[in-house]
């Protein structure tokens, strides 16, 4: 059993006396606190928060990071307060306990916006000080590591939020150690049954080969010896989960994985690596469409490394990594690296990542700040969680990190949030390409603005970062409120005018109660609540008037369509009006406007709330163009369809779909017209009569389908 001794003969190793003294002292602290608490495994409590320390000596984390580990449960599960903390151990440590204590009641069951909600809290909590995760990593190992007192629910609910959050964080701040210990800990108590078959294939196929390996190794070392290049060589295996999730989402056997086995090279200098690149394909062949430089174009965690599969004397494929020792250390224990190279004041790439981990946790401050719930925002960050990076350049050589499958929306946040709003267009690698296209690594991005511009709602459907959906979905929702408001103050004065008053006449006294009625806090909420359909201009302005003469009621006048209503007024896809058309409007609740054809069946279904029934008319200035299907009988002879088509070809009016409904001597098919008006409707109609195999067209919204 480890000591405390054992945890100060560390830390001593690269912290001052004092600071080891102050670890100590914690420790006889926690003792204390805990006293008489024992784990589920049956040993004192304090043996817990010890092996905590020592994960995070391991990191080489700062005295004020170790001694909240240390005390990390003391506020959670003893009586001392952290006032008491910052008294002992100062503000800084108080503060850091607190953190991990909040995030102690984090438990991630099956009821995903309770996950949401606790995943929100944890992201705040990174926020304030990255070590507060840090110290919840760790906490996570080791209570990984002695899962087995725990009952066999438990085990599999912790295991799986462990895969689903814990080890993507611990991947994202670079601690792949952490991030191995976790998923291979998490894959046995989750699937126990998989993972000792993979293990017990993996034995068989490449067990017997420590021998081949130690020859390879000492093969590749005399051969670099040979050109003067100091390094160290180390062959692994690569862990089971790792694995496991090849497998699954590329669909193959153990046998069709490449790189089961792997060489880390590790030199003294960054030219060096590529000097090692040379020899490595030198001496084996390598495979086509496998090498990545990591180190010119860093992951978003850090991670540097030069990448190449080549094939080994046995014929097995090899997954060589090269890079330097400081990489190397980022690399197993990403932001981590930051307190190593610190407390031996050194910087450098070391400091680079911890500039990247922060910069992550900032950008999910900026995602939670716009996000309007728990759970848009877990939705937002997913993508976040699980990148697998393509990097592309702006126009004057900045490289962008995104995610697999980001389009140029995504680039365009990336850059700036301002950018993203503005953007029309793109160009890559200096030719026009829609929005929608998914970019590769090392294309060139131009993007192009317009003041006037602003987000649509289709890019929500290929937009794939969170810093774009988040910003999108807010600027959207900021635009509906206006647009709401302003719509419901047509309504209102509308439904005002048939009192003989307006909204600017209304007294304080009378806007009041009416706000009181409906729980709301301003008259813009009462605007907007109108225009979004939740509550009807007429109903709230008779409450308005509730003693006014039924009498002395004037008709409201007819409400004007001019299409600037955005998304508060749509048209019924049931009848499809066109300008010009005689129709009426249904408000319905969250959707505005719903307008219809005056001789739509559907119509009479909603005469029964006759509050919600307007009288609709068509503004002079409308130029909006609405889809109309037409349904065109004809004689069914060789070209018909294509007569058909051609003859409305020299119109300014575009075909969307054609689709035969019925065949026979006599067939039926349905044209959807994109109109701007009934007198472009009478045109179109007219030439497609005019062709001599037409029978008979009809408008489908008139006669039914």
């Known amino acids: ?145 002695t899962l087995d007192a725990m009952p066999g629910h438990k085990k599999r609910r912790i295991a799986r939020e462990t895969l689903d959050i814990y080890a993507p964080i611990a991947n994202r701040l670079g601690m792949y150690d952490v991030k191995v210990d976790l998923e291979s800990l998490a894959f046995e108590a989750y699937y126990p049954m998989r993972s000792r078959m993979l293990k017990r294939a993996i034995n068989k196929r490449y067990g017997q080969r420590e021998k081949a390996m130690q020859k390879l190794e000492d093969f590749i070392r005399s051969e670099l010896a040979a050109d003067y290049i100091d390094s160290s060589i180390s062959i692994r295996e690569k862990h089971t989960y790792s694995i496991y999730q090849k497998m699954k989402k590329k669909r193959r056997s153990l046998e069709e994985i490449m790189d089961v086995m792997g060489v880390r090279i590790v030199t003294d200098r960054q030219d060096s690596c590529y000097r090692i690149l040379g020899v490595v394909h030198a001496l084996f062949k390598p495979i086509e469409g496998r090498f990545k430089d990591y180190i010119a174009v860093p992951k978003s965690n850090g991670y540097q490394s030069l990448h190449t599969t080549v094939l080994g004397n046995n014929g097995l494929p090899l997954e060589v990594q090269i890079r330097t020792q400081e990489m190397d250390v980022v690399a197993i ?102 929005l929608s296209t998914q970019l590769e690594s090392g294309q060139t991005v131009e993007i192009i603005t317009a003041k006037s511009a602003q987000p649509n709602v289709a890019w929500l459907s290929f937009a794939i970062t969170g810093k774009a959906r988040t910003n999108i979905r807010h600027y959207l929702k900021t635009k509906q409120r206006e647009n709401a408001i302003s719509f419901g103050y047509r309504l209102l004065t509308r439904s005002l005018n048939a009192f003989n008053s307006t909204i600017e006449e209304l007294t304080q006294e009378q806007v009041q109660v009416v706000l009181e009625h409906y729980q709301l806090e301003s008259m813009d909420d009462l605007l907007e609540s109108i225009g979004k359909g939740r509550h009807v201009g007429y109903v709230v302005a008779r409450q308005l008037f509730p003693n006014f003469n039924e009498d002395e009621l004037t008709t409201p006048k007819s409400f004007k369509v001019n299409g600037s209503e955005g998304m508060l007024i749509s048209y019924a896809k049931c009848c499809s009006p066109i300008p010009g058309d005689p129709i009426v409007g249904y408000v319905q609740v969250e959707k505005g406007i719903i307008i219809h054809h005056q001789n739509c069946p559907n119509i009479q279904d909603h005469l029964s709330n006759p509050e919600r029934y307007i009288r609709m008319t068509w503004s002079k200035e409308i130029e909006e163009e609405l889809n109309v299907s037409l349904i065109v009988s004809y004689v069914n002879e060789r070209g018909a369809v294509a007569k058909i088509a051609s003859s409305i070809t020299d119109t300014d009016f575009q075909v969307s779909n054609l689709d035969i409904i019925e065949r026979g001597k006599i067939s039926r098919l349905r044209l959807n017209i994109a109109i701007s008006s009934r007198v472009g409707l009478a045109d179109v109609m007219r030439r497609i009569k005019a062709v001599r195999c037409v029978e008979k067209v009809t408008r489908e919204t008139l006669v039914g389908r």
Request: negative net charge; glycine residues 6%.
């Open 1 to 145: 059993m480890s000591t405390i001794e054992q945890l100060a003969e560390t830390l001593s190793q690269y912290l001052p006396y004092e600071q080891v003294a102050t670890v100590k002292r914690a420790y006889y602290y926690a003792e204390q606190a805990h006293d008489g608490q024992k784990r589920k495994s049956g040993e004192h409590y304090v043996t817990h928060p010890l092996a905590v320390a020592f994960i995070l000596a391991d990191l080489r984390m700062d005295c004020e990071g170790l001694t909240a580990a240390l005390l990390h449960d003391v506020i959670e599960d003893t009586g001392i307060s952290r006032e008491s903390l910052a008294e002992q151990f100062g503000e800084g440590v108080a503060g850091l306990v607190d953190g991990v204590s909040k995030l102690t009641h984090l438990e991630f069951n099956s009821q995903l916006e309770k996950q949401a909600h606790n995943f929100q809290k944890m992201a705040m909590a990174m926020a304030d000080d990255i070590r507060v995760i840090m110290v919840k990593l760790a906490d996570r190992l080791h209570n990984m590591r």
């Open 333 to 434: 224990n990403g932001i981590a690296a930051h307190w190593s190279y610190k407390s031996n004041g050194q910087s450098g790439i070391s400091q680079t990542n911890h500039e990247r981990a922060t910069k992550w946790v900032k950008s999910l401050l900026e995602i939670q700040e716009k996000a309007h719930n728990p759970m848009e925002f877990i939705d937002n960050v997913k993508s976040d969680l699980f990148p697998d990076e393509v990097y592309v350049f702006t126009p004057k050589g900045q490289i962008i990190e995104l995610p697999s499958g980001a389009t140029p929306v995504d680039f365009a946040y990336g850059v700036h949030t301002e950018i993203g709003n503005t953007c029309i267009s793109c160009r890559i690698n200096r030719r026009l390409a829609p």
